[in-house]
């Protein structure tokens, strides 16, 4: 073998540039550098209620068959989702988490010389997608954190090949209301695929969320993509969706890999949507906590950034010396230099008790600095 050879030389161009995606930090990477327990995490928004009891009875009675393979077309999630959506089947697209359908979308549409237009602010995935294939990112500055949506448009060129928004976003919290959303949707040019990233979908107070689903018949350009890691609590099951219309999924499901979706995700998928007492729960506890951490918060005199989703991201001096404080009292955040924020912290909304350790934490931490 010739040694001297240049591996780096033979990747795809957009892939030598990249990197790799930082996730929180894990509880076992913690407990092994520090050697200490009793950790909690609040950096992956996660939800802390653990899992539904629907969905563990439905993983315990799904276990049994995972010598075989799943159904490759998540049959029976699909009808769960075609009444939980208000949609039809054809119009679905399944994924390992609403990560693997973003990729899907940019593997079908996006190639090198493209444009992608996303918020400064954003999913940070929306860049690193945009780079694998090759194509160009079109960061747009936010306006108080949240999207300027006429500076997306005014963004546009006939190179542009797709605009991503997350509404909620991901770390900002900042919410788009539909009259907004509509009025941006009837101004973009139809060749343009318009990527609206709902993950956190569910914690929007009902009378606020938009009827975005029922907007794909006018707007065929229009894509929503959703997952059950949030809310739903199967983060560690990876499985997300995405809704289109009919011919566009046609094109995604060409790309999709064969058994994206396990047998386990699957079927924990199908019963969580029947567990309306869990979610219910899950959205209680997260805006009765998110309402008493943005008033310590107040109490305190810490800058926050308001927010729709399961996470308060807050400004603090010196974030990364904060965050590695809090590691050493057992509590994980998340640092978000890498999303353009080095000085905010973006905090998972917890259980009552990891909230108040939290503050606890903080209350500490931030004393010593004054």
Known sequence: MDLALDIKALAN??????????????????????????????????????????????????SVELARYPDANGFYLKQKLTNYCGVDADQLTLGNGSNEVLEILFRTFVSSGDEVIFDKHA????????????????????????HDLDAMLAAVTAKTRMICIANPNNPTGTFLTPLQLQQFLAKVPEQ????????????????????????????????????????????????????????????????????????????????????????????????????????????NKIDYIPSYGNFLTVQVDDAQSVYRKLLQQGVIVRPIGGYGMP?????????VQENDRLMAALNEILATKK
């Open 192 to 299: 343009v695929i318009v990527v609206l990233d709902e993950a956190y979908f569910e914690y929007v107070p009902v009378a606020e969320r938009a009827n975005s689903i029922g907007w794909i018949s006018d707007y065929p350009n229009l894509v929503v993509t959703r997952t059950f890691s949030k809310a739903f609590g199967l983060a560690g099951l990876r499985v997300g969706y995405l809704v289109s219309t009919p011919e566009l999924a046609d094109l995604l499901n060409r790309v999709r890999e064969p058994f994206n979706c396990n047998m386990l995700a699957l079927a924990a998928a199908e019963a969580v949507l029947d567990d309306s007492d869990y979610v219910n729960q899950s959205v209680l506890l997260n805006s009765q906590e998110m309402a008493r951490l943005t008033q310590w918060c107040d109490d």
């Open 123 to 146: 999913f940070i995935v929306y860049a690193l997608l945009t780079q694998s294939a090759g194509a160009t990112s079109v960061a747009i500055p936010s306006v108080d954190w949240g």
């Open 13 to 62: 161009e957009g892939v030598n540039g990249l990197h790799p995606y930082q996730p929180g930090k894990p509880v076992e990477e913690l407990e092994r550098e520090l050697g200490i327990s009793n950790i909690i995490k609040l950096a992956s928004n996660e939800n802390p209620l653990g899992l539904s009891p629907k969905a563990a009875a439905a993983i315990a009675k799904a």
């Open 343 to 351: 000085n905010h912290l973006r905090i998972s909304i917890g259980l």
